[in-house]
């Protein structure tokens, strides 16, 4: 499966591009931008080596963050822009 630094070098996602995940039921907002490197860093400046990691970080148990980030500008959820990597 390809990985986030995949996706910035086939052009689906930008460096810099925010990303945002509610949480509705808990009350919840979380935002994070992604990195030239591929990580993502969230809104209270901790670095993950992956969106799951980054999603794991405000949920505090295993979750997958490809399902659960989407894509500020477009409103796409990460796991629909590896899908079109995936071709």
Known sequence: M???L???KAGLINDGEVLYWEQPRLG?????VVQKNGKVRTSDGVEHRSPS???RHFYKKPIDGWSNWRVER????????RKKANG
């Open 53 to 55: 990691g980054a999603a």
């Open 28 to 32: 919840l907002f979380h935002k994070a």
């Open 6 to 8: 995949d996706l910035i």
């Open 74 to 81: 477009t409103n796409e959820r990460l796991s629909d822009i």
């Open 2 to 4: 390809p990985t986030l």
